[in-house]
């Protein structure tokens, strides 16, 4: 793969224009034909002679024509969206954008720790109101946190939190291969894991074994004082528990950039609590996205030069 041919698929990420994106390839990759393909139109006529494809998806009837792809470089974190069974019956290796949101997605887990450990939010009624009233306030310096997943994101959490001086636990599927934190569980531990921690962070892929992992029973288990921030998805937590443990003061508050349903109704009761910041699925979003994207492309073609059989970075499999 001297000079690749790659299409860039038109896709919608948090707002930003692609063209973003084909830029960043342009001047990371040298010597490849990059095409923009804006149209379903165009995606069948560039895909035949194309050897890289990118974008966030890739629909199975174009793969029949695209008999020279070797790639399919998604831009999202997750590939649970692909059927990759697929992509490797047509012989095309798909990687991920694994690691793009690691910077931002854990500044966003550490400032809805200190807001809520410093109550800006309380700040904030208070200005609009023109009220000079000192309330309570705690630090995140010596608590305990536990991170469920501790993937790119998790991990990346964990090393920040690290500067607050904060004890860290951690949960994942194979607790025995341990990780960055003091302690180690497996999700059918997640009462142990939860039951010290001043804040609970989400960070896992929803799968059959995290749906609703967050429920009544785990609620019970957690601190009074404690704080929930979900940026995983909004299936991990059981929203009617969430719901009735806030009511209940079983929980201090949480901070959820993803919920269950979503876009959460106008009418739900998460919005009526004033211990519950919500952000709409935005804790992913940085100006670096397409930078980060091209890069992890770049790295790859690099690699394919220098060997066609080189295992990739990002490089996922149907197993």
């Known amino acids: 793969m001297k000079n690749p041919e790659i299409v860039v698929l038109q896709e919608d990420v948090h707002g930003m224009p692609i063209s973003g994106y084909v830029e960043a390839i342009e001047r ?36 029949e024509t ?56 309380r700040a904030l009624r208070q200005q609009e109101r023109r009220e000079w009233r000192g309330y309570h306030t705690r ?74 992992l967050i429920d009544r029973d785990v609620f019970r288990t957690m601190h009074t004082d404690a704080l929930l921030v979900n940026i995983a998805r909004g299936p991990v937590v059981k929203t009617d528990d969430l719901v009735n443990a806030l009511k209940s003061n079983a929980i201090a508050g949480a901070t959820l950039d993803v919920t269950d349903p979503e876009p959460l109704p106008e009418d739900h009761p998460l919005w009526r609590f004033e211990n519950v910041q919500i952000t709409p699925h935005n804790s992913g979003h940085t100006p670096e996205y397409f930078e980060r994207c091209a890069d992890i492309l770049a790295e790859n073609v690099d690699n394919l030069r220098k060997n066609p059989d080189a295992t990739l970075t990002n490089q996922v499999t149907s197993n």
């Open 28 to 63: 990371r990759i040298p010597g490849a034909t990059v095409r923009y393909a804006r149209t379903p139109t165009q995606i069948r006529e560039y895909l035949p002679t194309a050897d890289i494809a990118t974008g966030l998806t890739l629909d199975h009837e174009v793969l």
């Open 66 to 121: 695209a008999t020279n792809l070797e790639l399919f470089a998604c831009m999202y974190a997750g590939t649970g969206h692909l059927d990759l069974d697929v992509f490797e019956a047509h012989g095309i290796t798909v990687t991920s954008a694994s690691g793009v949101h690691t910077s931002n997605i854990s500044e966003y887990v550490v400032g809805a720790m200190i807001a809520f450990a410093r109550q800006f939010r």
């Open 139 to 212: 630090e995140l310096h010596g608590s305990r946190a536990t991170v469920v997943g501790l993937g790119a994101i998790g991990s990346a959490i964990v090393d920040r939190l690290q500067a607050f001086s904060m004890e860290t636990v951690g949960v994942r599927y194979s607790p025995e291969k341990g990780g960055p934190t003091s302690e180690v569980y497996g999700f059918d531990e997640i009462h142990e894991a939860v039951a010290d921690s001043e804040y609970v962070i989400l960070a896992c892929p929803l799968t059959e074994t995290t749906e609703h």
